[in-house]
């Protein structure tokens, strides 16, 4: 048991390395700050947990990284310590229970609560009121030297000559840049905080001096003389000495009343013009901050309360409605940019038109938006109270951008009509679904082509380059080389690119048309289903679809699609032009395996396993799927609630017929 807890241990404070070297050394997260704090939080709760536990690579034992060593190195006087998190009310009321018991006194705790910049920790030392040192937070022992850098930044002063000043202060802050001079260098940034950290820490304090950075102030490390009785008194003080300090800085008694801000100051969160991750909450009175000291890697007087990383306020500007290459109509919000977990939002997925009317969601409304991983931002709810008493419904569109007008299919399961508004299926006659065929046509799982990316496609569609995919094929580079951001060499790159997209596999090409409900399971079905090019022109033309029902994994959803897609004379068209300038090869099969030249069928439910992925475990083995049962058929494999039928001709043509327990001890 104790193998396993410390094996376990082991990994975690292996992975916590690797990220707090992206996070602080490289400055380049690969992971959100959620995720990294409930990293620490798993690492800490081990280790109370199992006393034996221990390394000098902990979060208890470790704050940040070490410093570069492009700078020279400088020792903090007092530590640069990281704050201990909170998520929860309970841990809130932990923090203050924690307090009480080391002072051993029931008193009624005053905090100052002030915003979490979401930028890069530095320390600035004034020696009778000059600046001479700034200092990078480093590994919160000792920091990087990088004060002329930080000299380059108009909010830091140097020289203050107020008289109050003490002898010797290091005042501490966080260096960070606006969202709206962001916007004007974000090609060159993941996000805020990379761009502030990564100018912070050029060589050149020139290539620092270019970027638009900020520092706001929020306390003090040493002091030769403290004169100050509380926190907020401070914070006052370091703005008369021309430091800028937080317009929402505010002083609050009581857990409760904590929690209650927090929740309304999270709503309006994106007002300010800079990314905050949540509040910190200090004792406000620096006597009891100086007797509650530290724990090995955090003050015991201060916690930051974070805001949740998967989840923000913001308000929506507009509504456009997006045309995707099916047809389907998807409503999407414009909301003002911003930051949940690392990322900066501007735009939501409303989903559809049954969605804005159950949430009742206008322009102008503030909302709540979800991002959860990589899944798109969604609208969760509307914040009612700051509605305005002027807004109106939206009236979803029932014309689609083209002209055409939308429609609702009625589902013969459900028997009630679907949620999404479609633009009826015109093929390329709609331009919203003509430019989204075109983006699926070059994706990464059809035709593939490097450099000629979605914003490309949109590009020379309005240049009149592009109208239907077989136009890839005959670009005029001489023109591309001479666009902005182009050249010689970034049009011979596009060249080479399409010219080797020209080699493709069956399967690929027939996913590449973008017909409804056919996705790369169901093409490659078809594809051996049809064998090559040829067959699979002349299979439409002659009006065989409906064969395919008979196939294993297609259904009559399927063949209506195909259907309708082969009636419109503009698809046959371009599928006939594609097939003239691509060469379609069959798709390949393995040819080496323990089931080589064995066939399958399924019939019924399989059990723990997809039926694409029982056949994904055939193809591996070189074996074949067939679509109906024939004496080319080896095995039958039955699952749950197998079709009468198909088993009754098994057994009159002497096929094997196997159980899915049978079947899977083929692969042993």
């Not at 995720?35 to 208890?60: Q, R």
């Not at 008193?107 to 100052?112: D, K, W």
């Not at 049954?354 to 969760?380: F, N, Q, S, Y």
């Amino acid at each position: 048991m104790n193998k396993e807890v410390e094996k376990k241990y082991k990994r975690k404070v292996k992975e916590f390395q690797k990220h707090n070297k992206l996070y602080y050394d490289k400055s380049t997260p690969v992971i959100s700050d959620r995720e990294f704090d409930k990293l620490k939080a798993d690492i800490i709760n081990l280790e109370k947990k199992y006393s034996f536990l221990s390394s000098a690579n902990s979060p208890t034992k470790s704050i940040g990284f070490k410093p570069s060593k492009n700078f020279e190195k400088f020792k903090h006087k007092v530590q640069m310590l990281s704050l201990s998190n909170a998520f929860e009310k309970e841990d809130l009321i932990n923090f203050e229970k924690k307090i009480l018991n080391y002072l051993n006194e029931k008193i009624a705790l005053e905090y100052s609560v002030e915003p979490k910049v979401d930028g890069i920790s530095a320390s600035l030392t004034y020696l009778n009121g000059n600046l001479t040192y700034g200092v990078s937070r480093g590994d919160g022992s000792e920091g990087e030297l990088i004060t002329n850098n930080l000299k380059t930044i108009r909010d830091i002063p140097h020289k203050i000559l107020k008289k109050n000043i003490p002898k010797e202060i290091e005042i501490r802050g966080e260096v960070f840049i606006e969202k709206k001079d962001f916007e004007k260098i974000k090609d060159n940034f993941a996000n805020p905080r990379n761009a502030a950290s990564g100018s912070l820490r050029q060589k050149d304090p020139k290539v620092t001096s270019k970027i638009p950075l900020k520092f706001i102030a929020y306390t003090f490390g040493f002091t030769s003389e403290n004169k100050f009785k509380n926190q907020s008194e401070f914070l006052n003080e370091l703005k008369s000495w021309g430091f800028l300090t937080s317009d929402y800085n505010k002083v609050i008694k009581g857990i409760d009343e904590l929690f209650t801000f927090h929740e309304q100051f999270e709503k309006k969160r994106f007002d300010l013009n800079y990314d905050i991750d949540g509040l910190v909450y200090k004792v406000n009175s620096l006597q009891l901050q100086k007797r509650l000291g530290f724990t090995s890697n955090a003050p015991r007087w201060a916690i930051a309360h974070k805001f949740s990383a998967d989840h923000a306020y913001s308000e929506i500007l507009n509504i456009d409605i997006q045309v995707g290459r099916t047809g389907a109509l998807t409503p999407v919000a414009k909301v003002k940019p911003v930051n949940i977990g690392g990322v900066v939002v501007s735009n939501a997925t409303l989903h559809n038109e049954d969605e804005i009317l159950r949430k009742d969601i206008r322009i102008g409304d503030t909302v709540k938006i979800e991002r959860a991983g990589d899944v798109i931002p969604h609208v969760l709810e509307v914040d009612i109270k700051k509605r305005d008493g002027k807004s109106e419904k939206f009236n979803f569109p029932k014309k689609c951008p083209c002209g055409f007008e939308t429609i609702k299919e009625f589902n013969k399961i459900t028997k009630k009509y679907d949620a999404v508004r479609r633009c009826p299926d015109k093929g390329f006659e709609c331009e919203k679904i003509a430019v989204e065929k075109i983006k699926h046509f070059i994706s990464k799982d059809a035709m593939n082509i490097d450099g000629l990316g979605k914003k490309v496609v949109e590009k020379f569609w309005d240049l009149k380059f592009i109208k239907f995919p077989q136009d890839i094929y005959n670009l005029d580079y001489q023109k591309i080389s001479s666009l902005d951001g182009w050249g010689s060499q970034s049009a011979s790159n596009l060249k080479f690119s399409i010219e080797n997209s020209k080699k493709v596999t069956l399967d690929k090409f027939i996913f590449s048309l973008g017909i409804r409900h056919i996705g790369i399971e169901n093409a490659k079905i078809i594809a051996d289903f049809t064998n090559n090019i040829k067959s699979f022109l002349n299979f439409f033309k002659k009006d065989k679809i409906k064969e395919l029902i008979n196939i294993d994994g297609i259904g009559e959803t399927q063949v209506k699609s195909l259907e309708k897609f082969f009636q419109n004379k503009t698809n046959i068209k371009v599928v006939e032009k594609l097939s003239e300038i691509l060469n379609v090869k069959e798709r390949e099969v393995k040819s080496k395996g323990k089931l080589k030249n064995v066939s399958f069928m399924f019939t019924g439910k399989l059990q723990n396993i997809s039926r694409a992925e029982a056949k994904s475990l055939i193809e591996e083995n070189a074996g074949s799927i067939v679509s109906s049962v024939t004496k080319k058929l080896d095995y039958l494999v039955t699952g749950e609630k197998p079709t009468n039928r198909k088993v009754e001709q098994a057994k009159n043509l002497g096929i094997k017929i196997l159980t899915q327990k049978e079947w899977s001890d083929l692969f042993n």
